[in-house]
């Protein structure tokens, strides 16, 4: 499902990813934490009914969004850093 909500939250990860090289680069912790995060997020900007995804759209453009989803984003990306899925020794960025 493509939301506005999905969109800021991938918008999100990709800047603070960019600003963290350490920050594994694989599709599995990207996944990982995108879900987490949507996970998050999606209950406290959608609300459910039809009008949801249009009131988030609007909701999405404040600044001050941008940066709650930040925190959102930025605390799954340090769940799964601490634990990622796979071993981290064997983390090669892109070989799992
Ligand atoms: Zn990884």
């Keep these: 499902m493509q939301n506005a909500l999905e969109e800021a939250v991938r918008d999100a990860f990709d800047t603070l990813r960019s600003a963290d ?3 594994c680069r694989c599709s599995r912790c ?3 934490v995108l879900t987490m995060a949507m996970n ?7 609300v459910g009914d039809p009008l949801g995804s249009a009131v988030t759209r609007v909701a999405l453009a404040r600044r001050q969004l941008r940066a709650e989803l930040s ?3 930025l605390d799954a990306m340090r769940r799964v850093a601490a634990e990622p899925r796979h071993p981290k020794e064997v983390d090669g960025g892109a070989s799992h």
Excluded at 40 to 46: C, E, K, S, T, V
């Design 30 to 32: 990207q996944e990982d």
């Design 21 to 23: 090289p350490s920050f």
């Design 71 to 73: 925190v959102i984003v």
């Design 40 to 46: 998050q997020a999606h209950p406290r900007y959608i």
